[in-house]
């Protein structure tokens, strides 16, 4: 059973920065799309940004190009959210996710990825 764990969430003004991270132990992250979610309170859950298998490629929420990146490090099993600029609207848990999809684009909706993290809270308030 994959597991994915996030980690880094907080609470930040807003401008301010934060990496979320998430790890999945024991498991060879190329082998997955990971994909970033946030849910805010009586909302849907949304794609954030995910991160393509093997090439690295890319996709990013309109509300968020410009300010979040999204990179992965094989070596260490983890994948990072660069949040920057960080809005209140950005306030949500987030969620890591991973699509064992062999071929295609990484997506950003919720339905092709099967195995979730527990989320991270962020909070951007002054």
């Known amino acids: 059973q994959l597991q994915l764990v996030e980690s880094g969430g907080g609470l930040v003004q807003p401008g301010g920065s934060l990496k979320l991270s998430c790890v999945v132990p024991g498991f060879t992250l190329d082998g997955y799309y990971i994909g970033w979610f946030r849910q805010a309170p009586g909302k849907e859950r949304e794609g954030v940004s995910c991160i393509g298998r093997q090439d690295g490629s890319t996709n990013y929420a309109d509300s968020v190009k410009g300010r979040f990146t999204i990179s992965r490090d094989n070596a260490r099993n983890t994948v990072y959210l660069q949040m920057n600029s960080l809005k209140p609207e950005d306030t949500a848990v987030y969620y890591c996710?991973?699509?064992?999809?062999?071929?295609?684009?990484?997506?950003?909706?919720?339905?092709?990825?099967?195995?979730w993290g527990q989320g991270t809270q962020v909070t951007v308030s002054s």
């Open positions: 996710a991973a699509d064992v999809r062999l071929f295609g684009r990484c997506l950003l909706s919720t339905t092709p990825y099967n195995f």
